[in-house]
């Protein structure tokens, strides 16, 4: 069964340091998306993505983040320069269009950020 | 904007006992409703979705949700729990081709 990948699995950085989480969506999707949970916390969507650029963003998604489809198969989030408080588990998800649109959204198994 | 209501955040129930889990949604158009489970440590698997049709969902382990759109309610219920249904569960809504809102989530704890 086609699935959601999200490397790495857990990412360990000082703050202010750059970070990008990668997530290899479902071949034929066309929606990606990024999600993030804080622990104990309910899952915040961040940012939609379709046709090669950004259809909505949350407040969170502020001017630190960055999304980007490099090569037609990842698609990935960028955190410019972490702060404690972009520590969380980020989500990706994916979801098909007209014929593969199942209404729901494939998510990935999450990448663990931890800022120290 | 649509909006999702879980009511409880926790319940506790006994094993082999019945469990309800409340959703509550708002939106001003057609939604589509998700229930997912976050099993301790690990990502966010879909229980079941209500896309149209019959208002009784079925979804994995023997779970199950109704839609109600006259009370806009998607509650989650069980006839008999299992230790292992331990777990986070978050309600969600979406419309078609959006984002997915998801509640805040309500942890059922499984009394021996």
């Known amino acids: 069964e086609p699935e959601v990948t999200q490397t790495p699995s857990h990412q360990v950085t000082q703050m202010g340091q750059e970070v990008i989480l990668r997530c290899v969506p479902i071949?034929?999707?066309?929606?990606f998306y990024w999600y993030r949970q804080i622990l104990g916390q309910k899952v915040e969507f961040l940012v939609s993505?379709?046709?090669?650029?950004?259809?909505?963003k949350s407040e969170i998604f502020d001017d630190q983040f960055s999304v980007e489809r490099p090569d037609g198969s990842n698609f990935t989030l960028k955190i410019r320069s972490t702060k404690l408080e972009d520590s969380a588990m980020y989500f990706c998800?994916?979801?098909?269009?007209?014929?593969?649109?199942?209404?729901?959204?494939?998510f990935g198994e999450g990448s663990r950020l931890t800022v120290l | 904007a649509q909006s999702v209501t879980q009511l409880d955040s926790q319940v506790p129930v006994f094993e082999e006992a019945p469990v309800e889990l409340r959703c509550n949604y708002s939106?001003?158009?057609?939604?589509?409703l998700f229930w997912y489970v976050q099993y301790p440590n690990q990502g966010l698997q879909l229980l079941l979705k209500?896309?149209?049709?019959?208002?009784l969902v079925k979804g994995i382990n023997g779970f199950e949700a109704e839609f109600n759109k006259s009370q806009t309610s998607f509650h989650l219920r069980k006839p008999s729990v299992h230790i292992s249904d331990t777990a986070e569960y978050f309600c969600?809504?979406?419309?078609?081709?959006?984002?997915?809102?998801f509640g805040k989530g309500t942890r059922l704890h499984i009394l021996p």
């Open positions: 998800a994916s979801s098909g269009a007209g014929a593969l649109n199942t209404g729901e959204l494939f």
């Open positions: 071949s034929n999707h066309l929606y």
């Open positions: 209500y896309l149209s049709g019959s208002t």
């Open positions: 993505f379709y046709n090669n650029e950004i259809s909505e």
């Open positions: 969600a809504v979406s419309e078609v081709n959006d984002k997915i809102i």
């Open positions: 939106s001003s158009v057609s939604v589509y």
